[in-house]
């Protein structure tokens, strides 16, 4: 499953990019543009935009109209459709930046990218494989935020499920 994302929905493309999946996005690239690629990649087009949304219909585009304003609702809906999975595995998981694969670092080359203070918190570090991106992460933090995030969007596809979170 990979996506094609339109302008208005960046943060979305940053989430799916953390759940592993391969997602386009470019915030300039015009409707045309869009639908191409989402018919050459096989891909899903996701839109706010209900014109976008129905050319790709036309077209015989999968596509899904996003409706949420918050990203938990966002996420929820595409459990529903198509069925994305809210599970974040760290071999899998790519650069929400750029969406490239990401590259376990070894403690050597993690004293050179990661500032002092997270080297002594954490012992995993991944960057970035794409050399003009090249961002180092790790599951510092911000994680039961991104955590959270996740459990509300669980919550939200399917209330019955969320209370075993
Ligand atoms: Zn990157």
Same mark, same amino acid.
């Not at 391969?22 to 014109?51: F, G, V, W």
């Not at 002092?116 to 494989?129: D, H, I, M, P, V």
């Given at each position: 499953?990979?996506?094609?994302? $339109?302008?208005?929905?960046? +943060?979305?493309? %940053?989430?799916?990019?953390?759940? +592993?999946?391969?997602?386009? @996005? $470019?915030?300039? !690239?015009?409707? /045309?543009?869009?639908?191409?690629?989402?018919?050459? &990649?096989?891909?899903?087009?996701?839109?706010? $935009?209900?014109?976008? @949304?129905?050319?790709?219909?036309?077209?015989?585009? /999968?596509?899904?109209?996003?409706? +949420?304003?918050?990203?938990?609702?966002?996420?929820? &809906?595409?459990?529903?459709?198509?069925?994305?999975?809210?599970?974040? /595995?760290? !071999?899998?998981? *790519?650069?929400?930046?750029?969406?490239? $694969?990401?590259?376990?670092?070894?403690?050597?080359?993690?004293?050179?990218?990661?500032? =002092?203070?997270?080297?002594?918190?954490?012992?995993?570090? #991944?960057?970035?494989?794409?050399?003009?991106?090249?961002?180092? @992460? #790790?599951?510092?933090?911000?994680?039961?935020?991104? *955590?959270?995030?996740? &459990?509300? =969007?669980?919550?939200?596809?399917?209330?019955?499920?969320?209370? %075993?979170?």
């Amino acid at each position: 499953m990979r996506f094609v994302v $339109d302008g208005m929905l960046g +943060g979305l493309a %940053r989430w799916l990019r953390m759940l +592993g999946y391969e997602t386009e @996005y $470019d915030s300039k !690239a015009d409707d /045309n543009t869009l639908l191409e690629l989402s018919k050459k &990649q096989e891909a899903i087009l996701l839109t706010r $935009d209900e014109e976008l @949304y129905n050319r790709a219909r036309a077209k015989n585009i /999968n596509s899904v109209l996003v409706t +949420g304003e918050k990203e938990e609702v966002r996420l929820g &809906q595409l459990v529903k459709t198509p069925g994305i999975s809210l599970e974040i /595995n760290m !071999a899998t998981t *790519r650069c929400p930046e750029c969406g490239s $694969d990401l590259q376990e670092l070894s403690r050597e080359s993690a004293l050179n990218t990661v500032p =002092a203070k997270s080297l002594k918190l954490y012992s995993k570090f #991944w960057r970035c494989t794409n050399t003009g991106c090249g961002k180092t @992460y #790790w599951v510092g933090s911000h994680w039961k935020q991104i *955590r959270h995030s996740l &459990q509300e =969007a669980q919550k939200i596809a399917s209330p019955e499920r969320a209370t %075993r979170c």
